[in-house]
């Protein structure tokens, strides 16, 4: 009751490689059916995060990120022909957390957020090899924002062994709740992890993670998208482009700096994905966070 925690942290994701369920494909309009299709994907974002605690049960949280997103999009032939890029402030949220349980070794939270629209969705493409392209927004994937309010529902479960081993479960969805300005929703994300975690002395541990997501498809399209002007023009701006679910594993260290501030880092890797219609996959993962108390 009382304390404050701060967090900072820093995720880079690497996609590449077309898929088709869960085949790769070339990124040609023959094996794709577009005129433009994307090679890969890096996106950077920095998250930032507030908790307090106004009980010992009830811990209050609110979270925003900044995005940088920079697509490479391969014409007809497959060839590299233009890169797309976006940078601002994205979605934020506020959620309560909530103890329901709690002994000597386990512990057991539920927690509840709602997602506010705080990122961009209108973010226009500033050059093109075809020049109607120019002015229209830029697709799904590059928008900083969802551009709708969504619940966000979760539970965690953690258990400690022994004062040397721990492992937990959290499942947790976004469910999103009305249209946007552009014309379209996303669809709801639903995901569930669970983890091993072993201490190594007083200050460090190692985890081990693995993490499934499910998403549905988008509903609707871009009012100002390239596939309102051309359906066949560009695979990431096309909604059947959107859904799917996949499995990453993931491996963790946690320093305990002091008692009040600590330093993580988890990489994961992307081990099965299977994606409706035609989309980039995604490779790995790399977040490296700091958290401070008071």
Known sequence: Q???MFSYRYMNMHMED???GSDTIPNTMAASGYMMTPLDMDMNMHMFGVMYAPTDKLTLMFMTNYIETKMTMANAAGVATMNMRTSGLGDSSITALYQIHQDNDSNAHVGLGLLLPTGAT????ASA???PAIGRDQP???QLGTGSFALLPSLTYNQQINNTWSWGTQAKATIFLDENDDGYTHGNQYSATA??????????SVSARLEGRVWDKVDGTQTNGLHALNPVMSSPADPSNTGG???DALIGLNYLITTKSRFALEFGKTVHQDLDG???GTDWTATAGLQFAW
């Open 129 to 131: 090899p075809m020049p």
């Open 195 to 204: 983890w091993a975690s072993r201490n190594f002395g007083s200050k460090l």
């Open 122 to 125: 209108d973010k226009k493409i």
């Open 2 to 4: 009382g304390e404050w």
């Open 278 to 280: 035609v989309q980039l």
């Open 245 to 247: 679910q996949k499995l």
């Open 18 to 20: 077309l898929y088709r």
């Open 140 to 142: 799904f994937p590059m």
